[in-house]
């Protein structure tokens, strides 16, 4: 795993953690129910329709049983009427769904696992950070700033209340291919989404020391 400065140059080399080390391929199960859960649990479930009796109105019958003609219609509220009740429509509900604390930390591993053997994972040294420019940041991502706009989607992850975070996002904005989180709201579908991460050196070593405190992997939930 490369280190750059701010100027892009390669100024080390560390090896990724032995955090993953461990195989989770056969958990690709977990990772699933934990990014379907990332998406499902923000939705409000608040589309509501209204049933045949729900519908104001309706209450006479719009014309004689038989005699006219024309199918029996017991009310204008039906829902073969415009303006009718609605059948099987959406009713308020939760979506919420529950998954125990340490599934969700072995999925966010088997992800991060997954960019780290794949070498998609590069830490920056924001010590010293100066760029005032998108294109020299550009320069710094992807080598060129026309390389930037077909180049592989990028997530840079600051530590939260870091020194040049601010700066970061903001020569990071215009760049179609990249977004910018704090370590602490990294989660799982972010880990996916994204071709590759690049770490600050803070928000790297802030990151690895919350996971390790809470013991070793060992691809089981």
């Known amino acids: 795993m490369n280190v ?15 955090l993953f ?7 690709l199960d977990v990772v699933f129910r934990a ?10 479930g608040t589309a509501s329709t209204r049933k045949r009796d729900e519908v104001a109105g309706g209450g006479r019958k719009p014309w004689r049983q038989k005699g006219t003609g024309r199918a029996r219609q017991g009310s204008i509220r039906s829902p073969q009427w415009r303006h009718g009740g609605v059948v099987f429509g959406p009713q308020p509900r939760s979506y919420v769904e529950r998954l125990n604390k340490k599934e969700r930390r072995l999925a966010f591993l088997a992800a991060l696992a997954d960019r780290f053997h794949n070498d998609a994972v590069t830490l920056l040294e924001a010590a010293d950070f100066s760029i005032g420019k998108t294109a020299e940041f550009a320069r710094v991502l992807y080598g060129s700033a026309k390389a930037a706009q077909r180049g592989p989607t990028t997530l840079i992850v600051c530590r939260r209340g870091e020194p040049h975070a601010g700066q970061i996002e903001r020569v990071s904005r215009n760049l179609r291919q990249t977004a910018i989180t704090d370590d602490e709201a990294l989660d799982v579908k972010d880990v996916l989404r994204f071709e590759r991460i690049c770490f600050t050196t803070a928000a790297y070593d802030a990151l690895i020391e919350r996971l390790e405190a809470k013991g070793p992997a060992d691809g089981r939930a």
């Open 4 to 18: 750059i400065d701010g100027s892009g140059a390669v100024v080390r080399h560390v090896n990724s953690p032995a």
């Open 21 to 27: 080390d461990a195989e989770f391929g056969d958990r």
């Open 35 to 44: 990014v379907h859960r990332e998406f499902a649990n923000p939705r409000a």
